[in-house]
């Protein structure tokens, strides 16, 4: 497994579990509005690496692990950390701009890099499948989409401490930075380009006219 890759899951895990056992740790380093637009604007970077429990945090890691290789093996380690870092950070804009004057909102989680590699993954290699829980067979794009449709979910039942809102912002990061890395992706999947700008784009409607 690429060193890069290997480094990003184990300061997830490390951080996440200090934040398990450390309530003040996790309330620090979490994405809080109040505290961003009063100037902690490491909260927009630190919270990516903190999650809600266990089961959070391996579902994004086992999302990390099964796309970023693709990424690592197309675009190399430098637009991997650029997605990755670069979705976390879209992520974090588009929470705190949603959110702005909720100044009580809070959230975590690695969901927002994770959706970026993500799309980044299906761009550049659309026709690959995945094997769901080790069995089903799914292409990946039908994943991508279940995976924003799971953030819609959550945004919908507001019932945790999860960045919902991230995902987005992460897809769009992802989106973009693989395009602008790979402009030659527009011309060799033209239809997969435009398959994943539609959820986007729909999202960012339902955001807009409240039917999130």
Known sequence: MNIILIAIIVANVIISYKGFNDQYFFRKYEFHV?????????????????????????????????????????????SFILVYFGSLIFGSLLTLSFHKDQYGYRAVGASGAVTGVLYSAILLQPDMMLGIFFIIPMPAYIFGIVYLLYSIYGMKSKNDNIGHTAHFGGAVGGYL???????QLIQDHTLMTVLLAIPIVILFGMAKTGKL
């Not at 505290?35 to 999650?51: K, N, V």
């Not at 809600?52 to 391996?58: A, E, T």
């Open 34 to 78: 109040g505290s961003i637009r009063a100037g902690e604007q490491t909260r927009m970077l630190s919270s990516g690496f903190l999650h809600v429990d266990m089961g959070h945090l391996l579902f994004n890691m086992l999302t990390l692990y099964f796309f970023a290789p693709v990424v690592l093996s197309y675009l190399g380690n430098f």
């Open 177 to 183: 930075i693989t395009l602008v890395r790979n402009p």
